[in-house]
Every structure is written in structure tokens, then in C-alpha cells.
């Protein structure tokens, strides 16, 4: 698996900036206003932080060249005192230097043990900082995260709330994806084009797949029976609406990833391999992987679940009516990937019914 979450380009923006101030490869340079406002504090703190370690390296850099003269550093902490002490530690032995060249061989060196501790302590409290920023990124990283599932979870659940008959489909179809994918990823079927996919961050995405329904009448949305062509035709907005809120959501925040696999997922998921499905009518490969992946999982979850207008179908006649749409409905490709692992499919639909 490739990154953990959309979240993570901020977390690595902030590792590359620390690192690049340890190593001072080159200057280093963070620009806290292209941060997400959750990381924008912790952010200026580092800044910080790299300000003082740049201000430390400047000052052994200085003393390494015999520069004895040069201002010890400003800050006062538990990195700049030891090199305070090594600096005037110096200083003492270059005057005691002098003197014996003078002539005065009563000079003696006394605090090499302590120059030695200094040096010590300054290295250990560089480690302790380094690792302890690197703790705090991991921490922060972690909650938004957290928060975020949650956010998530709650938006997909809303939405599955309203539409009560169908109780479990996003749950069910977010694993008959992972099942596809894991096959697909197995047997190298489309596996370049999956190649820069984070499969985590793709599998929590698909949980927005019937975002749009949010916007549907319960009048159509909880109607028992067949709909009419009008009701199917203010249902099928349902994608388009979903496309519509994320990328609403979309514009109001630096983390794409995520929810550019979302607006995939929710728009393209009812289109069909021969170009007669909507909202668009694509067409073979003009359909997005996520919309074709998404295609089996839904209409499998559909055809083997209760509705008020049809009974459930069993797994080995969802199964036919899937392989009987390979190349109509559905990526040819994909199908044979799901023949393959339809067992799977049926394990999934028992358990979570």
C-alpha cells in the first residue's frame, strides 16, 4: 500500500522539512500556507525549531574553523547551553594556548571532561528534539485522521439511514471492491493504471459511491414499488449530484486524492461497457477503473439483496447474470476477474446480511 491517507502529503511535507534542516539540504524552507489549517500551528513551531538548529550549525560551524571570535547563539535552551559552554571552553584553551607560547609553562587544562559532556548532552537533546517532533507528526497525523473516518463514515451512514431497504450496501460493496482489487492487483489486470493508486485510501473513498442519493425524495427514494420513468429518471441525478458535493468539498481543501477517487466513484459507477448507461453514456475505457470496478460490486450487492419490487437472487444467479453482461454492462476483463473470486462475493453477502 502506497501512502496511508490523504493526509499524508502534510505529514510528509513536514518529515522533509525536518530532515532538510538536520542534513541542511539545501537551506531549508517550509511554507506553512500551503499546510492544512490543522497542521498550520504545528507547522510554525517547527519553523521554529529549524531556526534554532540552523543558528546551532551556523555557530559549531564557526568554532570547527578556529573562529573563536564568533557571537555564541541567542536562544537560550537545552541545545544552545552546552555549545555556550564548549564555545567559552574554547575560548579558555586558545588564551591557555597563548600563554604558553609566551613562556608561561604553568598552564594546565582542566575541563576537557566537561567540554566532553557538554558536547554530549548537546548531541542527546538534539536526538530527544528530532524524535520528539517526529512523534508530534506522527500524533497529529493520526488524529485528523481519525476524525476524518469519522466524518466519513457518518456521511455514507446519513445516506444509507434514508434509504432503510438497502441497509449494509455500503458496507457490502467497499469489500466486493477489495476483493476485486486484491484479485486484480494478483493477476496484473490493469495493474499500471492502478500503480499510483493508495488501495486503502480507494477502498474508503468507494463508501461515497451513493453520496447524491442524500438529495433524492424519500417519496422516490422509499417507494416500495417499481418507479415510474419520471421517478427513474430523478434517481439517476443521484450520480451527478454526488460528483457535485465532492467536488464542492473538493475546492474547499488541499487534500485531492481522496476525494478525486470519491467523485469517480459516484459518478461513474452506473455507466455500462457499451455505452448505455448514465449519466453520461461512456464507453468501454472512456469509463474510469473506479466506475468500472464499482459497476460489479453494486449491481452484484442489488441483485442478491431483498427489495419491496423483487426478491433476492441467489449468488449463483446474480453470478450468471453478471457473466451474461461481460462485455455489455460490464469491463470484460473485470468479469472474469469476479468469476474468479465470486465465492468470495457470496462469504461477504451471507455475512453481512
Known amino acids: 500500500m502506497a501512502g496511508l491517507d490523504p493526509l499524508k502529503p502534510a505529514a510528509d511535507t513536514l518529515f522533509a522539512y525536518l530532515r532538510d534542516v538536520i542534513y541542511d539540504y539545501p537551506r531549508a524552507k517550509l511554507d506553512v500556507s500551503r499546510l492544512p489549517?490543522?497542521?498550520?500551528?504545528?507547522?510554525?513551531?517547527l519553523q521554529y525549531f529549524g531556526a534554532m538548529l540552523s543558528e546551532m550549525r551556523?555557530?559549531?560551524?564557526?568554532?570547527?574553523?578556529?573562529?573563536?571570535?564568533?557571537?555564541?547563539?541567542?536562544?537560550?535552551?537545552?541545545?544552545?547551553?552546552?555549545?555556550?559552554?564548549?564555545?567559552?571552553?574554547?575560548?579558555?584553551?586558545?588564551?591557555?594556548?597563548?600563554?604558553?607560547?609566551k613562556g608561561d609553562y604553568n598552564q594546565r587544562v582542566d575541563f576537557m571532561g566537561e567540554f566532553a559532556d557538554a558536547f554530549n548532552e548537546m548531541t542527546k537533546q538534539l536526538e530527544l528534539r528530532t524524535n520528539n517532533l517526529q512523534r508530534m507528526i506522527d500524533e497529529k497525523t493520526k488524529s485528523v485522521v481519525e476524525l476524518k473516518n469519522a466524518i466519513l463514515k457518518t456521511m455514507a451512514e446519513l445516506v444509507e439511514?434514508?434509504?432503510?431497504?438497502?441497509?449494509?450496501?455500503?458496507?457490502?460493496?467497499?469489500?466486493?471492491?477489495?476483493i476485486l482489487i486484491d484479485a486484480?492487483?494478483?493477476?496484473?489486470?490493469?495493474?499500471?493504471?492502478?500503480?499510483?493508486?493508495?488501495?486503502?485510501?480507494?477502498?474508503?473513498?468507494?463508501?461515497l459511491h451513493d453520496l447524491g442519493k442524500i438529495a433524492v425524495k424519500d417519496s422516490i427514494l422509499l417507494k416500495p414499488g417499481k418507479l415510474t420513468d419520471e421517478e427513474f429518471e430523478s434517481i439517476k441525478q443521484h450520480s451527478v449530484v454526488g460528483e457535485e458535493i465532492i467536488e464542492k468539498i473538493i475546492t474547499e481543501t488541499t487534500e485531492r486524492e481522496f476525494l478525486e477517487h470519491a467523485k469517480l466513484f459516484a459518478g461513474t459507477h452506473h455507466e455500462k461497457w457499451d455505452g448505455s448507461g448514465y449519466p453520461r453514456g461512456l464507453k468501454g475505457a472512456e469509463i474510469p477503473l473506479q466506475g468500472r470496478i464499482m459497476a460489479i460490486a453494486d449491481v452484484y450487492d442489488a441483485l442478491v439483496s431483498n427489495r419491496p419490487y423483487k426478491k433476492a437472487f441467489t449468488h449463483e444467479e446474480a453470478s450468471n447474470i453478471i457473466?451474461?453482461?461481460?462485455?455489455?454492462?460490464?469491463?470484460?476483463?473485470?468479469?472474469?476477474?469476479?468469476?474468479?473470486?465470486?465465492?468470495?462475493?457470496?462469504?461477504?453477502?451471507?455475512?453481512?446480511t
Open 37 to 45: 489549517e490543522a497542521f498550520a500551528d504545528f507547522g510554525q513551531g
Open 58 to 101: 551556523d555557530f559549531a560551524q564557526e568554532l570547527s574553523m578556529g573562529n573563536l571570535q564568533c557571537r555564541p547563539p541567542s536562544r537560550d535552551n537545552e541545545i544552545a547551553a552546552p555549545l555556550k559552554m564548549m564555545h567559552a571552553s574554547l575560548r579558555h584553551l586558545a588564551w591557555q594556548t597563548q600563554q604558553v607560547a
Open 161 to 178: 439511514y434514508r434509504d432503510d431497504v438497502t441497509g449494509g450496501h455500503i458496507e457490502r460493496t467497499q469489500r466486493y471492491l477489495g
Open 184 to 207: 486484480m492487483l494478483a493477476r496484473g489486470v490493469y495493474a499500471e493504471e492502478m500503480a499510483s493508486w493508495d488501495i486503502k485510501l480507494v477502498s474508503q473513498s468507494a463508501q
Open 323 to 352: 457473466s451474461e453482461s461481460r462485455g455489455t454492462h460490464f469491463d470484460p476483463a473485470l468479469v472474469d476477474i469476479f468469476l474468479s473470486v465470486s465465492d468470495e462475493f457470496e462469504k461477504i453477502a451471507l455475512f453481512y
